[in-house]
DNA sequence: GTAACATTTGGTTATTATGCCAAATATTCA
DNA sequence: TGAATATTTGGCATAATAACCAAATGTTAC
């Protein structure tokens, strides 16, 4: 693996932690549905303005959503939507372990 | 969110972390050819073999991997293949973030 | 049984991520 | 201008990750 391959696979692999993470996961999948004001998140989240604010920014820095200024509000939204094609591969990988538990417990 | 809704984005957030990981992502996409043993690996990857086999653990915990003992050697292969289905949607992201970077340096 | 091999596990340390608080910035409206 | 609102930033404490080394485990061959 060179130096090139190496760059590339850690660019990939910013862009999985960018949504590995519970709350930035329920963003994206939020935005999945049309923009969204932070206000917005901000009832749902249970978490502080601030924190809320940061995730957004991984999000944003990482190339999977982007923002725009609209009076006193920020709006965001999915830049490249697709990233959220896969969940349904993500929760067959969890039905799958639910369903090898399950056998153990039998 | 309730309490259930809030147990599934951790658990997909989980599924993902396994993934976001320069090392671990290149096992899986390694594994889409086919299983491997484990010291296949640790030619390829620069690292102790002890770090290979804890990043093996991850995937595995996630639910991601399976292995297999055969004699003296452990063979791996990609439990749920479809993990990998959107990488070329993780690729547009990275795309679309150096097209963005060369448009400001032009 | 002992040696050799393949892999995993335990322990330690360094780095990174997370979340809260307080303070800063930007925008609107009076 | 000054107050009120919406969001971001900086700083700090704590928790989670990652990598290495050394030691343990399991397997085959002698």
Not at 29 to 37: H, I, K, S, T
Not at 43 to 60: E, G, M, P
Not at 62 to 73: H, L, S, V
Request: proline share 2%; aromatic share 6%; glycine share 2%.
């Amino acid at each position: 693996m060179d130096s090139r391959d190496k760059a590339l696979y850690e660019a990939k692999a910013n862009v999985l932690k960018a949504l590995a993470h519970p709350t930035r996961l329920w963003i994206a999948e939020c935005l999945a549905d049309g923009e969204r004001c932070v206000c917005e998140f901000a009832d749902v989240i249970d978490a502080d303005f601030s924190t809320v604010s940061k995730h957004l920014a991984v999000l944003k820095h990482a190339g999977i959503i982007e923002d725009e200024k609209r009076g006193k509000q920020v709006f965001y939204r999915l830049k490249v939507p697709c990233v959220l094609s896969f969940m349904h591969c993500v929760e067959a990988v969890i039905a799958s372990r639910v369903a090898a538990e399950s056998e153990l417990l039998r």
